[in-house]
T-cell receptor
């Protein structure tokens, strides 16, 4: 059974810092991996999708990498801003619309 | 238009009520999903409709009943719910039946069962 974990569970940083969020999964037979952002009480916003054949994806200040063999993905956020404060979740795609989410990292960026 | 809409935003119901949650997308996506999310927990997949075929998470109780009237609409019918069913219910859609595409989520319906 695929299990997804995220470290750290919570993170508080001053504005302007570069930071890394980690996602680990137990079974390397994945279809893709997606990073989401969720604001309190709201739906999820897709940030980046990495297919299993890819190593990384970039969008603006965000960069996500994928190492299938080691069961890891990282989300790098450059020059963090208070507006980046949210919960960040990774989700592993197992194929056939079957996704397993990690528990999330709660990020607070302090002005 | 990359929007998934959900109604209502909030719903309070008693354990004997029957209600429905609605979800709509106009992106031409052929896969739509219902997720349940408890506070400070990740979303849990409940149902998937892909090309009009339903896949069910076997742990979901029968008091939840999905319906897909057409490829743009997805309903979740609720009957005889329990207080532990109180949660944020999220709808999502994606383009591809293989699950290789981005999922787009709606804002959710906050359900409270009294």
């Amino acid at each position: 059974k695929q299990e997804v974990t995220q470290i750290p569970a919570a993170l508080s940083v001053p504005e302007g810092e570069n930071l890394v969020l980690n996602c680990s999964f137990t079974d390397s037979a994945i279809y893709n991996l997606q990073w989401f952002r969720q604001d309190p009480g709201k739906g999820l916003t897709s940030l980046l999708l990495i297919q299993s054949s890819q190593r990384e994806q970039t969008s603006g200040r965000l960069n996500a990498s994928l190492d299938k063999s080691s069961g890891r993905s990282t989300l790098y956020i450059a020059a963090s801003q208070p507006g980046d404060s949210a919960t960040y979740l990774c989700a592993v795609g197992l194929g056939g619309q079957n996704f397993v989410f990690g528990p999330g990292t709660r990020l607070s960026v302090l002005p | 238009d990359t929007e998934v809409t959900q109604t209502p935003k909030h719903l309070v119901m008693g354990m004997t009520n029957k209600k429905s949650l609605k979800c709509e997308q106009h992106m031409g996506h052929r896969a739509m999903y219902w997720y349940k999310q408890k506070a400070k927990k990740p979303p849990e997949l409940m149902f998937v409709y892909s090309y009009e075929k339903l896949s069910i998470n076997e742990s979901v109780p029968s008091r939840f009943s999905p319906e897909c009237p057409n490829s743009s609409l997805l309903n979740l019918h609720l009957h005889a719910l329990q207080p532990e069913d109180s949660a944020l219910y999220l709808c999502a859609s994606s383009q591809d039946r293989s699950g290789s595409d981005t999922q787009y989520f709606g804002p959710g319906t906050r359900l409270t069962v009294l």
